[in-house]
């Protein structure tokens, strides 16, 4: 028997993945963080599925259910928002699911800053102005940051930044990105990405953290900064030019 972890994506529950649908409606038990998983994909589960919502749970809890699951022969779905590579904290289930001998497998989902880029209508990385995407986030009220990697070092490329679980200190956010990115770098906070209840804030780096304040956003946003949320001057991609050789086996 298999735990699965599964990326449930960022809120909209049409954005499971085919693959991600069918281990639900395939296995008996379905463990989920009932704050941030939409009901919805529950409904994929087979009829008297056991569902378990891990939000009051501790890791020694979450374990003893999936433990437990598969020793009676059940396969598992362990839904997680976004996606399980980044702050999902399924690295510390794997690493205990490792000692207890059960084996698992990780299924992708959309991100949650996938999402907020669609909903911008926005490429994170375009051509001369932004080539790389940092995903991070603060320390408040979370496990402390490693060494070099605060936001002040980080801001110093310029690059494309997203922040996750770090709108309730925005103004500390803008302190510590200022220097870098100046007063009028374009800055987008995205709430619920992909909900019905979704919100978008547009603003410069400066001015963010009022607009923030002002619409009331405290939590489940994501915080876009850099030049390419508003680049309309620049190079065409080389992917797609007609100077680019287009012969067999050449780039």
């Known amino acids: 028997m298999t735990v699965h972890f599964i990326g449930a994506g960022p809120g909209a529950a049409d954005l499971i993945t085919v693959r991600g649908q069918r281990l639900i409606a395939a296995s008996p038990v379905c463990l989920y963080a009932g704050s941030l998983v939409p009901p919805e994909l529950l409904e994929f589960g087979p009829p008297g599925a056991r569902r378990i919502d891990t939000s009051a749970l501790t890791l020694d809890e979450i374990i003893a259910e999936l433990v437990s699951a598969t020793a009676a022969g059940q396969d598992v779905a362990r839904l997680h928002s976004g996606d399980p590579s980044v702050f999902s904290a399924i690295a510390e289930q794997m690493r205990r699911l490792d000692a207890a001998g059960v084996p698992y497998d990780v299924t992708p989902g959309?991100?949650?800053?996938?999402?907020?880029?669609?909903?911008?209508?926005?490429?994170?990385?375009?051509?001369?102005?932004?080539?790389?995407?940092?995903?991070?986030?603060?320390?408040?009220?979370?496990?402390?940051?490693?060494?070099?990697?605060?936001?002040?070092?980080?801001?110093?490329?310029?690059?494309?930044?997203?922040?996750?679980?770090?709108?309730?200190?925005?103004?500390?956010?803008?302190?510590?990105?200022?220097?870098?990115?100046?007063?009028?770098?374009?800055?987008?906070?995205?709430?619920?990405?992909?909900?019905?209840?979704?919100?978008?804030?547009?603003?410069?780096?400066?001015?963010?953290a009022a607009a923030v304040k002002e619409a009331g956003i405290r939590r489940t946003a994501v915080i876009v900064v850099g030049p390419a949320l508003t680049a309309a001057h620049f190079p065409d991609s080389h992917l797609y030019s007609a100077d680019r050789c287009r012969e067999p086996g050449r780039s």
């Open 110 to 208: 959309v991100p949650a800053f996938a999402a907020a880029a669609a909903s911008l209508g926005r490429e994170l990385t375009v051509p001369g102005v932004a080539q790389t995407v940092i995903l991070t986030r603060t320390a408040e009220r979370a496990t402390a940051m490693p060494a070099g990697e605060d936001l002040a070092t980080l801001a110093a490329s310029r690059s494309t930044m997203v922040l996750h679980l770090a709108v309730q200190r925005i103004e500390a956010v803008v302190a510590e990105l200022l220097p870098a990115y100046g007063p009028d770098c374009p800055v987008a906070v995205v709430a619920k990405a992909s909900r019905p209840d979704e919100q978008i804030l547009r603003a410069p780096l400066a001015e963010i």
